[in-house]
C-alpha cells in the first residue's frame, strides 16, 4: 500500500517502531504536494522547512527515549483560519494577506504539545463562508475524485488534502457544515465535536455561536486520535466545555451494543438525489445487519434550520468582521488617493451647490473605512455581512433575528425528543454528491439550501460526523452523517467505527 | 425665572472599577502608561481572540447596584453595541442591552444649606461594560493623522443612569458627591474625574407651564390633559468635574429658556441633541451627529456566558456591605453629636478610617474630640507619610488613652501634640512618651505655688488686673513656661487671677 | 417583503461597505430573495419561546482579577498598516 493510503494510526504504529522516521514520512507528503498540488490547489501554503524541522525535533526525542507526545511526528494540514504565532493567517481574504498574528490558537498549542508536524496551510472559502471552497480570494481548490468538481467547504482545502493523500490527518472548521459537507464530498472522515469540546481561542470566527474546529482523517480511528489532541477546556474561550476528554483512541474500536439508530422523516424527501439516498438506505441496512435497530423519528423544524441558519450565521458575522477596518491590522486603502476622491467629490458638490450631497458626503475616515472593506473582502462575505447588518438593524431584528433564536431552541428541542428515543441519528450529509465549479455562481440562495442537512447540528450545538457510504454514479463519493447529543464524541465515534469496520469505502482512494 | 419652568435633569455617569487588569483581558488598568503599552492581542480585538470576563469586575459592580438598592435580576447576559469608531478595535462595545445586571435602585441626596429638601433619585439601571481606547489629536497640527491609544481599552466600566429627578444644578452636584462618596466608601472606584474613572453625561429639558398661547395640541396625546410643556432634551458631554456639571447645567436651563421663547418648539419635534461644554469660555456648543450613528443593533455577545445571580449572594453582598454613608452620616451626627461636615470628612476618608474614628470616640468617651484628633492630626500625618491606618503606629485604643489623660489633665494641654508625635514615632503609648519627652503632669499645688512666687514679684501686673486689664496676665504665663514647660496655661492664667481676687 | 435600493444603501453604510451601482444592483436581488426565503420563519409559531443565543448554554464563566503581560508595543502595532512608534494612525477623527 502507497504511504499516502495508510491511516494516521498506521503512520504512528510506523513511526513509534522506528520502521520509517517523521523525517521521511514528512518529506514523502511534501514530495507528494508539491507533484500534484498545483491540480488540486488544497494548500495555500506549504511550510517546508518548518515541517522538517519539527519532524526532526520529534525524531530526536524518539532516539533520546524522551517522551513523545499522541501525534509524535504525523504531519497535519491546518485551515488557514487558526492563528500562528509569526506565520500568515489569511482566512482566504485579501483583507487578511498581510495578517501575522501574535499569538497562537490554542489548537495550534495543542498540535504542537502533541508533537504534531504543521505542514502547511489550506484553502477555505474567504472567513469560511460558503460550501464550496470558491470564495477563497487566492485559489480554486479542485475535488480529487473529480476535478472539475468542488471539493465542498469551506474546510474544502483540509477535506482535499486528506482525501489527495498530501496529509493524514487535517484541522478544518465547522459553522454550518464546514468539516462534514467537504468531508463528504471528497470521501474522508470529518467531524464537528460538541460546541465548547474544543477551545475556539485564536480562530478567526464566522459566527461565534455555530463556529467549532474539528479534525478530518481517512478513517474514524484517526479522526479520534486528533481530536482527543484538540479537545478539552481553555480558561481563554468562555464557551470551552469545562468537562473531561474521554480517551477516544481507546473508545472508539468497541461497538456498540442495543444501538438503536433514528432516521429522520423529514431528510428523504424532496430534492435528495437517488444515488445519495440509496447509499444512506444501504447504511441503515448495514446498522440492522450489526445488530442495531432502526427507528423512524420525526424533527419537525428541520425544514426552518437554513433560514434559521442563514439568519444567525450573517448577524453575527456582519458583527465579528467589523473589526477589519483597516486600523488596527489588515488591508487598508490607499490614503492619498482616498483623500484625492474626497477632495474632488467635495469639490464637485460645491460646484453644483449640492448641500444635501455634502452633509451627506463620507468623511475621510468613513470613507477610509468603507474603500478598505470593499477593497478586502470578496462578494460572499460582503453578501452576507450585508444580510447580517440588515436583520440586526432598527425595525428589522425583532422579525428575523430574533425570531431566528427562537425557531433555534425549538430545532434543539426537537433533537433532545429524538436522542430520548435514539443513541445516534443517521442520515445524508448533502441533497447530491459534489458540484461542478462555478455550478451555481450566481445563485447563492442555492447554494445556501444545500446546508440543509448539515446547519441544524451547529444550531443544536451537537456533534456530528461524515464517513464516506458509496459512490454515485458518475464515481463521486457519498457521505452518511452520524449525530448524537451533547458531549457524545465516543458515542459517535463507535458508531461510526462499526460501520467502517463493516464496509470498505474508505480504503478506495481517488487517482491523481 | 425660577418660577416660571422647572428644570428637568437626568445623569448618566460611567465609573472606572478597581481592577488590576481589564474587563476580558489580563492588561493592567493602571492610569498613565505611555500609548499601546497596556494591550494585548484580546483588548486590541485581534482576528479569534475573546473575551473572558473578570470576576473581580463583576463583583464589584454587584457590591454597587446593591448599595443602590438596586433590584438584581436572576439573569443577566452581554450584548454587543455596534458602532465604529478607531478607538475602538472590534467596532463593536461589550454592553448590556435588555437584561442590565441591575435596575431599579435609589440614592438619596440633602443639602446640608438647606437649598432642597431631602429628596430620593431614583436609579433606572447600573450596568456593566468595557471602556473604549482614546484619540489623540494633534492640534497644532490641526488637520493631520489622530493617534489612537488603546491602553483604556476594555477597562470595566459600570454605567449608571438616573432617573429624570433632578431639578436643579445644584442638586445635580450633590447627587454626584453623595454617589462619589459611596463609591469610594465601599471601594469600588477611585472615582478621580481627573483620571477619567468617573464620566457624567447629563440630560436636560424644561418643563413650562402652559398658558393660553400654547394650548395642548389636539391630537397630540402627550399634551392633554397636562399642565406643562417639555422642551427638547439635549444632552451634554465634555464635563471634567462636578462644578463643572453644575456650571454646565446653569448655562444650559437659561439657553434653553431662551431658545424656548425664540422658536418655542416642544419635544419630539427636533431629534436629541448633543452639545459639549467648554469649561474655558463657559458655554455649550452643538455637536455634529449622523443620523445613522444610533442604530447599535445590539445582539447578545456569542463569546460570552450570561451570569445568574441568586437571591442569597445578593444578601452575602448586601451583608458584606455594612453601615452605608447616609446612614452613618445620620448616626455620626445624632449619636455623636458631630457636625454633618465633620462627618462627611470622616466618611470621605473610608470606611477603615471610620470604623477607627467610632473606635477611638467610645473608648475615650468624647467624640468631638476623638473627631478633632482623627481629621486633624491622624488625617494629616497619614498624608504627610503617606502610608495607611494599619501602619501608622498608632492603634485606636491609645489615642483614646491620649484623649482621656489630655481631660485628666495628667497630659499637659500644650504638649499633647509632641505627645501624639512621639507615639506614632516610636510606636510607643501615653506613658513611655511621656517618658521619652521627659513630660511630667504639673499638678495644682505646684501651678499655686507657681503662681504666688510670680505674683509676689510682679506687683504692677496685680494693679493692672486689678484696673480691668486682665490680659495683663500674658506676661506672667510667659515666665511660667519658661520656670516648667509643663505648665497648662490656662488653668495658670485662671489660677493667676483667683489668686489676685481673693488677695483682695 | 422586498428590499428597496435606498435601504440596501443605508445597510452599505452601517456596514462600513462601499458598493458600485452594479454592485448594488446584485446585492439588492441577492437579498430579496435571501430575505424572501428567510420570511419563512414567520410561520413558525414561537409564543413562549425563549430565545437560544448560544449552542450550549451555560452560565457564570469567569477569570480571576490578576493582570499578565502586555504585547510589547512594537509587537501590538506590527500589524497595523499605518502606525508610528506610538501608535495607530488615522485620518482626524475630530468633528466626528
Ligand atoms: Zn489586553
Known amino acids: 500500500m502507497p504511504f499516502f493510503e495508510q491511516s494516521a494510526a498506521e503512520h504512528l504504529r510506523n513511526l513509534e517502531t522506528g520502521e520509517v522516521s517523521s523525517v521521511d514520512l514528512t518529506r514523502s507528503y511534501l514530495d507528494r504536494i508539491a507533484a500534484l498540488d498545483a491540480r488540486v490547489g488544497a494548500f495555500l501554503r506549504v511550510d517546508s522547512e518548518g515541517a522538517l524541522r519539527q519532524a526532526a525535533e520529534v525524531d530526536a526525542k524518539r532516539a533520546q527515549r524522551r517522551p513523545v507526545g499522541p501525534l509524535g511526528g504525523l504531519p497535519v494540514a491546518v485551515k488557514d483560519i487558526l492563528c500562528e504565532r509569526g506565520q500568515p493567517t489569511t482566512c482566504a481574504s485579501r483583507i487578511l494577506e498581510n495578517f501575522r498574528p501574535p499569538y497562537d490558537a490554542t489548537v495550534i498549542s495543542r498540535l504542537r504539545a502533541a508533537d504534531a508536524v504543521l505542514i502547511g496551510r489550506t484553502n477555505l472559502d474567504e472567513f469560511a463562508m460558503g460550501g464550496s471552497t470558491e470564495s477563497s480570494a487566492f485559489q480554486v481548490t479542485r475535488n480529487p475524485w473529480d476535478l472539475e468538481r468542488t471539493p465542498g467547504g469551506s474546510s474544502g482545502g483540509s477535506a482535499a488534502a486528506v482525501a489527495a493523500g498530501f496529509a493524514p490527518l487535517a484541522i478544518g472548521t465547522d459553522t454550518g457544515g464546514s468539516i462534514r459537507q467537504p468531508a463528504g464530498l471528497c470521501g474522508v472522515v470529518g467531524m464537528k465535536p460538541t460546541y465548547g469540546r474544543v477551545s475556539r481561542y485564536g480562530v478567526v470566527a464566522y459566527a461565534s455561536s455555530l463556529d467549532q474546529v474539528g479534525p478530518f482523517g481517512q478513517s474514524v480511528e484517526d479522526v479520534a486520535m486528533l481530536l482527543e489532541a484538540i479537545a478539552g477546556h481553555d480558561p481563554r474561550d468562555a464557551t470551552s466545555l469545562n468537562e473531561p476528554v474521554p480517551a477516544y483512541t481507546k473508545e472508539v474500536g468497541l461497538p456498540l451494543a442495543n444501538l438503536r439508530v433514528g432516521w429522520v422523516r423529514e431528510h428523504f424527501g424532496q430534492g435528495l438525489d437517488a444515488d445519495v439516498e440509496a447509499a444512506v438506505r444501504a447504511a441503515l441496512g448495514v446498522y440492522e445487519s450489526l445488530g442495531a435497530t432502526l427507528h423512524e423519528i420525526s424533527l419537525p423544524h428541520a425544514k426552518y434550520a437554513v433560514a434559521t441558519y442563514y439568519v444567525i450565521a450573517p448577524s453575527e458575522a456582519s458583527s465579528n468582521l467589523a473589526r477589519y477596518d483597516g486600523v488596527h491590522f489588515g488591508h487598508r486603502t490607499n490614503e492619498k488617493e482616498m483623500l484625492a476622491e474626497l477632495a474632488a467629490d467635495r469639490k464637485q458638490l460645491e460646484t453644483a451647490c449640492d448641500r444635501q450631497g455634502l452633509d451627506r458626503l463620507d468623511s475621510a475616515l468613513v470613507r477610509m473605512y468603507r474603500r478598505s472593506r470593499s477593497e478586502g473582502f470578496g462578494p460572499e462575505v460582503k453578501r452576507r455581512i450585508m444580510l447580517g447588518t440588515y436583520a440586526l438593524s432598527a425595525g428589522y431584528y425583532d422579525a428575523y433575528y430574533l425570531k431566528a433564536l427562537k425557531v433555534r431552541r425549538l430545532i434543539r428541542q426537537d433533537f433532545d425528543r429524538a436522542f430520548g428515543q435514539v443513541d445516534l441519528i443517521a442520515g445524508p450529509i448533502t441533497p447530491a454528491p459534489a458540484i461542478k465549479i462555478g455550478e451555481l455562481a450566481g445563485d447563492p440562495l442555492a447554494m445556501y439550501l444545500l446546508d440543509i442537512y448539515t446547519v441544524s447540528a451547529n444550531l443544536a450545538g451537537l456533534p456530528g460526523l461524515c464517513l464516506p457510504c458509496g459512490r454515485s454514479a458518475a464515481g463521486l463519493p457519498i457521505g452518511l452523517q452520524l449525530l448524537a447529543p451533547p458531549l457524545a464524541e465516543a458515542r459517535l465515534l463507535r458508531g461510526a467505527r462499526m460501520y467502517e469496520q463493516a464496509t470498505t469505502w474508505n480504503t478506495t482512494h481517488p487517482e491523481l | 425665572m425660577s418660577e416660571t419652568y422647572t428644570t428637568i435633569i437626568g445623569l448618566e455617569v460611567h465609573v472606572q472599577l478597581a481592577t488590576d487588569s481589564k474587563l476580558f483581558c489580563g492588561c493592567s488598568t493602571r492610569f498613565g502608561a505611555e500609548p499601546n503599552t497596556q494591550t494585548c492581542p484580546v483588548c486590541i480585538g485581534m482576528p479569534g481572540t475573546l473575551p473572558v470576563m473578570n470576576r473581580r469586575a463583576f463583583e464589584l459592580a454587584l457590591r454597587t447596584a446593591v448599595a443602590l438598592d438596586c433590584e438584581i435580576p436572576a439573569f443577566t447576559k452581554w450584548d454587543r453595541k455596534q458602532y465604529y469608531y478607531p478607538d475602538l478595535p472590534k467596532n463593536y462595545q461589550i454592553s448590556q442591552y435588555d437584561l442590565p445586571m441591575s435596575q431599579h435602585g435609589h440614592l438619596d441626596i440633602r443639602d446640608p444649606k438647606g437649598a432642597f429638601a431631602t429628596k430620593r433619585v431614583r436609579i433606572l439601571r447600573a450596568h456593566l461594560e468595557e471602556d473604549a481606547g482614546k484619540s489623540l489629536h494633534d492640534e497644532v497640527a490641526g488637520k493631520g493623522d489622530s493617534l489612537i491609544d488603546l491602553n483604556r481599552t476594555g477597562t470595566p466600566l459600570l454605567e449608571i443612569v438616573t432617573e429624570p429627578d433632578l431639578r436643579s444644578p445644584l442638586e445635580a452636584k450633590t447627587f454626584l458627591s453623595e454617589l462619589k462618596l459611596l463609591l469610594t466608601y465601599i471601594g469600588v472606584s477611585d472615582c478621580n474625574m481627573q483620571e477619567g474613572s468617573l464620566r457624567v453625561d447629563a440630560n436636560i429639558n424644561l418643563h413650562i407651564p402652559a398658558s393660553s398661547t400654547d394650548p395642548p395640541r389636539p391630537g397630540c396625546p402627550s399634551d392633554q390633559g397636562k399642565h406643562t410643556i417639555a422642551t427638547p432634551i439635549v444632552e451634554i458631554k465634555n464635563m471634567n468635574s462636578f462644578r463643572a456639571v453644575e456650571r454646565a447645567l446653569e448655562y444650559e436651563a437659561g439657553r434653553l429658556w431662551h431658545e424656548w421663547q425664540e422658536t418655542h418648539r416642544k419635544l419630539g419635534e427636533v431629534p436629541k441633541l448633543t452639545r459639549g461644554w467648554d469649561d474655558v469660555a463657559g458655554v455649550t456648543r452643538g455637536q455634529r451627529s449622523k443620523e445613522e450613528s444610533s442604530d447599535y443593533r445590539y445582539f447578545p455577545d456569542p463569546d460570552l456566558a450570561p451570569v445568574t445571580v441568586s437571591p442569597a449572594e445578593v444578601e452575602l453582598v448586601r451583608g458584606s456591605l455594612g453601615e452605608l454613608p447616609a446612614a452613618l452620616r445620620a448616626r455620626l451626627q445624632d449619636g455623636f453629636a458631630l457636625s454633618s461636615y465633620d462627618a462627611d470628612v470622616l466618611i470621605n476618608q473610608g470606611q477603615a478610617v471610620v470604623v477607627y474614628f467610632l473606635e477611638v470616640a467610645e473608648s475615650a468617651g468624647d467624640a468631638k474630640a476623638a473627631a478633632n484628633w482623627v481629621t486633624q492630626d491622624v488625617l494629616r500625618v497619614l498624608k504627610e507619610t503617606n502610608t495607611t491606618l494599619d501602619s501608622l503606629g498608632l492603634p485606636a485604643a491609645r489615642l483614646a488613652e491620649l484623649i482621656r489623660q489630655i481631660k485628666l489633665g495628667d497630659v499637659p494641654g500644650p504638649r499633647a501634640r509632641e505627645v501624639f508625635q512621639a507615639m506614632i514615632e516610636r510606636r510607643v503609648d501615653v506613658a513611655a512618651a511621656l517618658e521619652s519627652l521627659g513630660i511630667a503632669a504639673v499638678d495644682e499645688s505646684e501651678l499655686i505655688a507657681l503662681a504666688s512666687k510670680l505674683l509676689a514679684a510682679n506687683p504692677k501686673t496685680i494693679s493692672d488686673v486689678r484696673a480691668g486689664k486682665a490680659q495683663a496676665v500674658g506676661a506672667l504665663i510667659g515666665q511660667a513656661k519658661k520656670q516648667n514647660p509643663n505648665i497648662d496655661p490656662t488653668r495658670f492664667r485662671e489660677i493667676c487671677l483667683q489668686l489676685i481676687e481673693t488677695a483682695l | ?96
Open chain 3, 1 to 96: 417583503m422586498s428590499l428597496s435600493r435606498v435601504e440596501v444603501e443605508k445597510v452599505a453604510l452601517l456596514s462600513r461597505l462601499r458598493l458600485s451601482d452594479a454592485e448594488l444592483d446584485t446585492i439588492t436581488a441577492d437579498l430579496a430573495k435571501i430575505v424572501g426565503y428567510v420570511d419563512q420563519l414567520a410561520e413558525v409559531s414561537t409564543e413562549g419561546v425563549e430565545p437560544m443565543a448560544h449552542a450550549i448554554e451555560i452560565t457564570n464563566v469567569f477569570r480571576d482579577d490578576s493582570s499578565s503581560e502586555s504585547l510589547p508595543r512594537e509587537e501590538a502595532l506590527a500589524n497595523a498598516p499605518h502606525h508610528d512608534t506610538r501608535g495607530y494612525l488615522v485620518p482626524a477623527v475630530l468633528g466626528e
